[in-house]
């Protein structure tokens, strides 16, 4: 994939990041820019980026995945995933669309029952299913997590 570049974000790239978890309407709260990978073009556009930010209780997430709608389909969000999962201790969780279960189970990732959440996404899980209205075609909420 010669046309994009993978590489850690810098202060520069905090709005453009912002800017594009807001267009692709995704969770916009704590989006430190030192926890991103970024994919960008070679004029540095931002194509795509993730993080893995921690919370509270200690657990890991990978979050704030995101691909410009004119770069899907090029494996940008396989590629981050997979650098991103090269250097993340376990377990790492998720959160996800029912409808991006079968991506991210390519990674590993298995989706958690209810007794298996942590506290933290008991409460985020019992938030979405309050607010149903948010996801698309009877869609829900699923906390996915890799142990290996």
Known sequence: MADVVFRPATADDAADIKALIRLVRINPMELDWRRFLLASSP??????????????????????????????GRGLARRLVEQLLSQSPRPLYLTCRSGLESFYEKFGFRTLRADELTPYFRRLQKLASAMMGLFRNGESLLVMRLDV
């Open 43 to 72: 004029d540095g556009t931002l194509a795509a980026c993730a993080q893995v930010k921690p919370h509270a209780d200690g657990t890991l997430e990978l979050a704030s995945l995101a691909v410009r709608p004119a770069w899907r």
